[in-house]
């Protein structure tokens, strides 16, 4: 497993949170989640490439800085 870090925009109520939580756990059921929404961070320990988490988070329309 290795640890990425992402900005991600749009986030602003735990909806917000679960949603982008489920996205990564779809594509990586053992990723482990971590996210501060003041910050805008989000905080993957997963087996996935970054590209392939960065998608998941778009595809349910959130946005994240590169």
């Not at 640890?3 to 735990?14: N, R």
């Not at 909806?15 to 779809?26: Q, Y």
């Not at 805008?40 to 349910?60: F, H, K, L, S, Y």
């Amino acid at each position: 497993m290795s640890q990425q870090t992402f900005t991600v925009q749009g986030m602003t109520c735990g909806h917000c949170e679960k949603a982008v939580t489920t996205a990564i756990r779809t594509l990586d059921p053992q990723a482990e989640v971590r996210i501060d929404r003041s910050q805008n961070r989000v905080e993957v320990n997963t087996t996935q490439p970054r590209e392939a988490v960065v998608a998941a988070i778009v595809e349910e329309g959130y946005t994240v800085a590169a």
